[in-house]
């Protein structure tokens, strides 16, 4: 079964596989390389949401990298 199809069965069930088990040095290249920054006045529109879009993934790991850290020492 590919990638796609595990995805789009589990958004239709509403049942999201959980996320594996998070590196640290990847989730910190990830922030490095993707900074939490003002939008800069020469950046089209586009760029701004696309750049927010980007950062949005970086925070959405940082929380879960948080939290499986928080399981394991419990």
């Known amino acids: 079964m590919t990638i796609k199809k595990l995805l ?3 958004l ?3 049942d999201i596989p959980p996320m594996p088990q998070l590196k640290v040095n990847l989730v910190e290249a990830l922030d490095i390389r993707f900074p939490n920054q003002s939008a800069d006045l020469q950046w089209t529109e586009k760029e ?3 750049k927010a879009g980007q950062r949005s993934v970086v925070e959405f ?3 879960t990298l948080k939290e499986q850290e928080e ?3 419990r």
């Open 8 to 10: 789009s069965d589990a």
């Open 12 to 14: 239709k069930t509403n």
């Open 48 to 50: 701004v949401w696309f």
């Open 61 to 63: 790991l940082i929380k």
């Open 71 to 73: 399981d394991v020492s």
